[in-house]
Each structure stands twice: as structure tokens, then as C-alpha cells.
């Protein structure tokens, strides 16, 4: 009994610490639904423990208690590979950023010294023009 309630307290606080983590806008909704689904399976599984030994039967788990394990180790392995997407996705836009600024900097220095609107004898209207890399979700 004691067990089942301890889990139950700490799911809800859990749940109120992400609450109150997205209240004061230091945690993106995206991110607080994943850690809310979390504490909502501490809740569920600590205070009806007999849902570990049901879920357990139908997937074939000769030993129940084991499955919560390796439900949790393949939630962090999902979380990890999102991360990365995510990483790559800003690191992406980051370069991209990088090389318009680098552009805009050039142009910038080049109108600052009075430079001709033509470069190395093309004009400007006919010279190579530089492509958008983003794509429709990016930037």
C-alpha cells in the first residue's frame, strides 16, 4: 500500500512540476506533453500495479515487473533519437543563417564603399542569384 501511494505522489508532483515548468514559460508544450505522458504512467502503474502483471501477460512477458523497465529504456531511446532530429534541424538552420548573413555583410560593405552595383563586370540584375536553402517548415 505504501508503495502504490508513494508512486501516486510522485506522478502528481511530476505533473505539477511540468505544470508549473510550462506555466512560466520554461518549458515548450511539445516537450511538457512527453514528460506529462510520463507522469501520468508512474500515476497509472504505481497505484493499479495489477495493470503491470495484465500488460504483462498479453505481451507474453514471462516476468511482469521487467516490462515497465523496458518500456522506460525504450522511451528514453525514442527521446534520445528526437533530440538529435532536432539538434541536426537547428544546426541546419544555423548555417543557413550563417551564409545569409555572411552575404548580407558583403553587400553590406560593398554599398559602404561605394561600390558599382555590378560585380566583376555582370550587373547585379544578371548575376548569379543565391538560392533559398530553406524549406517550407525550416527558418
Known sequence: MTSQLTSGVIGMLLAGAILYLVRRDHMHGSYALWWLAIAASILLLGVFPPVIDWLGGITGI??????????????????????????????????????????????????????????????????????????????
Open 62 to 139: 514471462s516476468y511482469p515487473p521487467i516490462l515497465p523497465i523496458i518500456v522506460g529504456i525504450g522511451m528514453l531511446l525514442i527521446r534520445m533519437l528526437r533530440m538529435d532530429i532536432d539538434r541536426s534541424r537547428q544546426e541546419r538552420q544555423l548555417r543557413r543563417l550563417a551564409q545569409k548573413l555572411a552575404i548580407l555583410e558583403q553587400e553590406l560593405s560593398n554599398v559602404r564603399r561605394g561600390a558599382a552595383p555590378e560585380t566583376n563586370g555582370i550587373p547585379r540584375g544578371k548575376s548569379a542569384q543565391v538560392i533559398s536553402l530553406t524549406k517550407s517548415g525550416d527558418v
